[in-house]
């Protein structure tokens, strides 16, 4: 069974810098899309980036570009999102998710969805 388990979340101010990561075990197929979505109160949930363990290529939202990187290390399984230049609209709970198809992933219905870690950005 595939599990997904978040962690790095936490409280920084405007500016600051996080990275999440994302402990992926289970997952036996070689080609997946794995990234992260978010939910802040009150809003859609909303699509964060994205990589694809076939040849790292990465989807970004308009609303991070420039800020985040996503990356993997696949030998320890894991998925990273460095997150620089904070904002407060980037206070959410960040979920992992995987699926095998990365429409699916795109579309907001992954299979597989971690129990989410929340970021809180400070004014």
């Known amino acids: 069974e595939v599990q997904l388990v978040e962690s790095g979340g936490g409280l920084v101010q405007t500016g600051g810098s996080l990275r999440l990561s994302c402990a992926a075990s289970g997952f036996t197929s070689d080609a997946y899309a794995i990234g992260w979505f978010r939910q802040a109160p009150g809003k859609e949930r909303e699509r964060v980036s994205l990589i694809s363990s076939i040849d790292g290529s990465t989807y970004y939202a308009d609303s991070v570009k420039g800020r985040f990187t996503i990356s993997s290390d696949n030998a320890k399984n894991t998925v990273y999102l460095q997150m620089n230049s904070l904002k407060p609209e980037d206070t959410a709970v960040y979920y992992c998710?995987?699926?095998?198809?990365?429409?699916?992933?795109?579309?907001?219905?992954?299979?597989?969805w971690g129990q989410g870690t929340q970021v809180t950005v400070s004014s």
């Open positions: 998710a995987a699926d095998l198809d990365p429409l699916i992933w795109y579309a907001g219905t992954s299979a597989y």
